[in-house]
Each structure stands twice: as C-alpha cells, then as structure tokens.
C-alpha cells in the first residue's frame, strides 16, 4: 500500500513545498492536480490554488512535475484532471502528459445531467465517449479513471460498471471515494470492490456529514452534506479500509482532505497517522 496526497487539498504550498513537506512527513506520492482554474486574491482549494499545474501549455511543465517528485524521492500516484470524458482534446492531453511522466494512471471525469437533459440519452453518449477514452488511453499506454462522483451520472459504482463493462481494465479504472458516497452513490464498500473486481484501479479518502441547515415552516428540518476532517465524518475509515481491502486492492491511497479545522502541515501529518493506524492489521 502506498500513500499519496492530492494537490486541490493542498492549496497553500507551491509544488515545491508540496514534495518538500509530504517527504519529510513520510507520504510516497503526490498527485498532481491539472486545471486552468480561476485567479483569485488568496489561495483556496479550487481558485487560487496555488500547487495547481495548468492545463493550458502543460507540456512545458512536464519536466518540472518530473524532477519535484523525482528529487523529493516520491512518485505520482496519478495526474488529477477535470477534463470530461466528451471534451476529446483536453482528454487527450492529459493522457499523453500522463504517458509522458510515466505516472501511469489520470482522470477522465463523467459528466452531470444539464437542463433540458434526461440521465439516459446524457448516459448513453458518455458511453460512447469512454470507449474512445479508453481506446486513447491504451494507445498510450495509461489508465483513464473514473471517480466515483456526486452530481455525476456515475455516482455508484454500480451505475459507473454499467458504463465501462466490457472495457479493458488495464486502460479503464474507477476511483473509489468515500467522501463523494456520502453525498450521493452509497454503496457497501465491500460489495462495491467485489462488484468493480479488476477495475478497482485508485482509492481517494476523505470524509464528509450531514448536518442540519435550517427548518422549514412546517418544522421539517433541512439538511445539507459537508466536507469535514478525515476523522470525524459519517465514513469510519478503519471499516472502510478493511472492506476495499478485503478483495485485495493494494494500490494507492490518495488523501484529499478539504477540511480546514487545523493548518495545513498538521492536517497532512494527521491524516497519514490515521490512515496508517486504521490499515488492517495496525495496532488500534
């Protein structure tokens, strides 16, 4: 098993201090969020990121995303784009930057279902899209993801293996995310490992509640799903960690943690301690 951190929550730190920071408390990886993203006054997770890599010119980054990792003694554990699956030139850049890096695995996202739209006719083009992904993928030797995603038309596993059944798993993977599922998705984490089988390729981890968020006239209270700490979500992360394991899924562990309860160099080092003592077999 190997432990990365994804960028979009690291929004403080340049790539540099990125690698610095994550060897020093022990990670193995990195994972390296691409986007041409919003400028903004102060650094955030999704504007003003400022250890993000645009997606604009990124092949004059490459040698740079290289040597960081390389020099830090880490690796990438993927490359997280936001490229939709139907958007083919931005998907095919990613994937040959990926094959480029040698980072071996990027994600290729679903889209939602718009206005006007119905979730089959948005699903059935999606459909058509990833066989193109995946023949992309192959053709350079990569793995597209799929991560598991609310507000997406592949929120569940379940709904995402209908999509990619029949695919190459050695070129289509699905990123199985617990904090996602609290919004939208939930299935057992057992049951969806062994339904995903050989396309269980990446595991994201953090942690999201359902807390209340007003009352209605009538009295009916409204509530509404939050990112929050890695140890204090509605997900127990020791259950979760022996299920996705329990089939034997070995790979990456990336940890996107968009709480902001502590500073960003303690919430990191936190979330490796938990991660690593609620692996099975860890002493309680």
């Not at 986007?35 to 250890?51: K, L």
């Not at 592949?154 to 199985?176: E, N, Q, T």
């Not at 009295?219 to 997900?235: E, K, N, P, W, Y």
């Amino acid at each position: 098993m190997k432990f990365a951190m994804f960028t979009a929550a690291t929004p403080d730190w340049t790539p540099a201090e990125v690698v610095s920071h994550l060897a020093e408390q022990g990670w193995d990886g990195v994972e390296w969020r691409v986007i041409d993203q919003q400028p903004a006054e102060q650094s955030g997770f999704w504007s003003g990121n400022r250890a993000t890599w645009p997606l604009t010119g990124l092949e004059d980054n490459l040698d740079a995303m290289r040597e960081l990792v390389a020099e830090a003694g880490l690796e990438i554990s993927a490359i997280g784009g936001y490229a939709t699956c139907h958007e083919h030139e931005d998907v095919e850049r990613l994937i040959k930057a990926t094959a480029a890096l040698d980072a071996k695995k990027v994600r290729v996202r679903l889209p939602a279902v718009a206005e006007g739209e119905t979730y089959p006719e948005v699903f059935e083009r999606a459909k058509k899209d990833y066989r193109w992904v995946a023949e992309v993928a192959a053709d350079h030797g990569v793995k597209a993801l799929i991560e598991l995603h609310h507000r997406t038309i592949g929120a569940s596993a379940s709904s995402v293996l209908r999509l990619i059944d029949g695919l190459d798993p050695d070129h289509v993977g699905v990123i199985h995310d617990m904090g996602n599922l609290v919004y939208e998705g939930h299935e057992r984490t057992l049951w969806a490992a062994q339904m995903l089988g050989p396309y269980l390729a990446h595991v994201h981890v953090k942690n999201a509640a359902w807390q209340e968020s007003g009352t209605q006239p009538d009295g009916t209270i409204d509530h509404t799903a939050a990112m929050v700490s890695l140890r204090t979500g509605q997900v127990d992360l020791r259950t979760y960690l022996a299920e996705i394991t329990a089939t034997g899924y070995d790979g990456w562990i990336t940890c996107e943690d968009f709480s902001t309860d502590l500073p960003l160099a303690e919430r990191c080092a936190d979330n490796l301690a938990h991660i690593k003592e609620c692996l099975p077999g860890a002493r309680p």
